[in-house]
């Protein structure tokens, strides 16, 4: 069964440093997602991705994040100067169609650790 | 913007039949949806409510009353396994869920 993929599955990083999370979405989905979960609270979403460009983004994701799909499978996150705040899970998620059948395919996550 | 309302926790014995509440407020909606949470592992999809009324996939059914802006999930013959988080979400036309802050599901022996 085709699955979404995520590396690392943990990565400790020192306050200040940059970050990239990378996803490979299931192979034939068009719209790409990532939410963060801080330990023990709800998922948050971050942004969307379609068609080579941002669809949203929420307030979270600021000047901080960027997102891009630099070839035909991989998705990536990036966080430039890491703060502690953004200590959390952070999952990538896809679908075939907008969200019109409310499914998302979700990794497993990447948590990371802002020291 | 969207905002959404369900208990943080419920427990129920194993075997026994538990409804876990969500009401929403949204500005733009298409439906509702339900997803499960082991442990902080990825949240996986159990069932869309796009409609008025009940949807049933095996053990799991989900409700939608548009109306009322409240959906609930309904979890039969709970087993052990079913212990873990339950999210509700809705989807706007954008696309993207938002989720609500979950549900701890404690089933006991």
């Known amino acids: 069964e085709p699955e979404v993929t995520q590396t690392p599955s943990h990565q400790v990083t020192q306050m200040g440093q940059e970050v990239i999370l990378r996803c490979v979405p299931i192979s034939n989905h068009l719209y790409f997602y990532w939410y963060r979960q801080i330990l023990g609270q709800k998922v948050e979403f971050l942004v969307s991705f379609y068609n080579n460009e941002i669809s949203e983004k929420s307030e979270i994701f600021d000047d901080q994040f960027s997102v891009e799909r630099p070839d035909g499978s991989n998705f990536t996150l990036k966080i430039r100067s890491t703060k502690l705040e953004d200590s959390a899970m952070y999952f990538c998620?896809?679908?075939?169609?907008?969200?019109?059948?409310?499914?998302?395919?979700f990794g497993e996550g990447s948590r990371l650790t802002v020291l | 913007g969207q905002s959404l309302e369900q208990p943080s926790e419920v427990t129920a014995v194993e075997g026994a039949i538990v409804q876990i509440n969500c009401t929403y407020q949204t500005s733009g909606f298409y439906g509702l949806s339900w997803y499960q949470q082991h442990d902080g592992g990825a949240p996986t999809f159990l069932s869309y409510n796009a409609l008025d009324g009940l949807e049933e996939t095996g053990r799991f059914s989900s409700f939608l009353s548009r109306s009322d802006s409240y959906g609930y999930l309904l979890l039969q013959e709970l087993q052990m396994k079913d212990s873990a988080s339950y999210f509700c979400?809705?989807?706007?036309?954008?696309?993207?869920?938002?989720f609500g802050s979950g549900t701890q599901l404690t089933v006991l022996p």
């Open positions: 979400a809705v989807t706007p036309p954008t696309g993207q869920l938002t």
């Open positions: 998620a896809s679908s075939r169609d907008r969200g019109n059948t409310g499914e998302l395919f």
